[in-house]
């Protein structure tokens, strides 16, 4: 069956470095996104990658290791702001997306 | 990026009655458009596929004479909750993925429709 695994609930502090790990084993593969999405609000996108390696976006990085089924956002200088949900989906060979089930990160002061 | 709208943003109806929301890309043409329910803290669940001009093609488990899907045109999709029961309460959010999409099926997400049934 097709499955993707996130932690459910993470906590860091406010300034520092956070990384969010997603397995996956899907059917097929066409790419893997992250979606952030806060409380009562529908989900934005964040990144997506479909090649091995290291994709930055300012203070957001997301990996892709296709070999190991395995994808990590890496939030740096973290803020208040960004207290939500993380959810990680990868685009199976039918180009339909299966979801995790999100990580709640929690930051702190 | 593209903009999706849905409406209404929430809703409250009785037991046993009807409640359409719509689901509109603003700035974009969607052949597809893509149905969610979310539950508190569980992830997207989708509901059923929209595609324009033809019949929706719903997910195992969801009733497709329950939850109605109507994809008129290139800019809006409908979802009808027929009939609609308190286990029916729950955020549903729709998505649409414009043609020349930079990202390769990328999905841009309308803000959501919170539906509580007494």
């Known amino acids: 069956g097709q499955n993707i695994d996130q932690p459910t609930e993470m906590t860091a502090t406010e300034g520092a470095i956070v990384q969010i790990n997603c397995t996956y084993q899907t059917s097929g593969f066409n790419g893997l996104f992250w979606y952030q999405q806060h409380a009562g609000e529908a989900p934005t996108f964040l990144s997506y990658?479909?090649l091995d390696g290291l994709e930055e976006k300012g203070r957001f990085s997301s990996f892709l290791s296709r070999s190991k089924g395995y994808s990590y956002l890496l939030l740096k200088e973290l803020q208040m702001k960004d207290s939500a949900s993380y959810l990680c989906a990868a685009l199976d060979s039918n180009y339909q997306l299966i979801w995790g089930a999100g990580t709640k990160l929690i930051i702190k002061p | 990026g593209a903009v999706v709208s849905q409406h209404p943003s929430w809703v409250i109806c009785k037991s046993g009655t009807s409640v359409k929301i719509e689901c509109r890309s603003l700035?974009?043409?969607?052949?597809?458009m893509f149905w969610y329910r979310q539950f508190p803290k569980q992830s997207l669940m989708l509901m059923a596929t929209s595609n324009e001009g033809s019949k929706a093609t719903y997910e195992q488990g969801v009733e497709k004479d329950k939850f109605l899907i109507n994809h008129a045109s290139l800019t809006l999709s409908t979802l009808t909750v027929t009939s609609a029961h308190p286990e029916d309460s729950s955020f549903y959010i729709c998505?649409?993925?414009?043609?020349?999409?930079?990202?390769?099926?990328?999905?841009?997400f309308g803000p959501g429709t919170r539906l509580t049934v007494l």
């Open positions: 990658n479909v």
């Open positions: 998505s649409a993925r414009p043609p020349e999409a930079g990202e390769v099926n990328e999905q841009f």
């Open positions: 700035d974009f043409q969607a052949t597809t």
